[in-house]
């Protein structure tokens, strides 16, 4: 789409186009695991668990009490737990977190507030958090289990 000005000059090729998003607005409280397949913007308040393979991104008004796992993690509000990315965490510079961070990339902006940990790997893989059984994503489990004999043994 191209929008002119009076005096017919393009001053705008095309709109931005912009993968599909899920949105949690400033009134609402989630409470519970999410998994989901979209980017999630959250400017609300979220009690629980995230998993996604894409962008997920706290608002500035966004609460975040629970583990993530993504792509890739923004942080401009509130988020207290473990983030696991895939690409990068990024906190920004009026974002606050605390927890555990692991990921490839940790971009943490100047005035941002971190209190914890942060792991950096060569290769942080989301098929390792993700299986799908019967329509549903479950954790992967990183040990095998053990396997024990007729009488009790190893």
């Known amino acids: 789409m191209a929008f002119k000005s009076k005096s017919n000059e393009i001053v705008y090729q095309e ?3 912009r993968e599909v998003s899920s949105h949690i607005g400033k009134t609402m409280l989630i409470e519970g695991e999410i998994i989901s397949e979209e980017n999630l913007d959250i400017e609300g308040k979220v009690k629980g668990n ?7 991104y706290i608002g500035k008004d966004g609460y975040v009490e629970g583990d993530i796992i993504s792509t890739t ?4 509000g509130r988020a207290k ?3 696991t990315a895939e690409d990068k965490i990024i906190i920004g510079n ?3 977190f605390s927890g555990t961070l692991n990921s490839n990339k940790i971009v943490i902006k100047d ?5 914890g940990k942060s792991n950096m790997k060569k ?7 993700f299986n799908k ?12 289990e053990e396997k024990v004999g007729d009488d009790g043994s190893n």
């Open 15 to 17: 709109i931005e186009k």
């Open 50 to 56: 995230i998993k996604t393979k894409k962008k997920v």
């Open 73 to 76: 993690v923004e942080i401009i």
């Open 81 to 83: 737990g473990k983030v």
């Open 94 to 96: 009026t974002g606050n």
């Open 111 to 115: 005035g941002a507030i971190f209190n």
């Open 123 to 129: 290769r942080v893989k989301l098929d390792s958090y």
């Open 133 to 144: 059984k019967n329509g549903k994503n479950e954790k992967v489990e990183d040990k095998e």
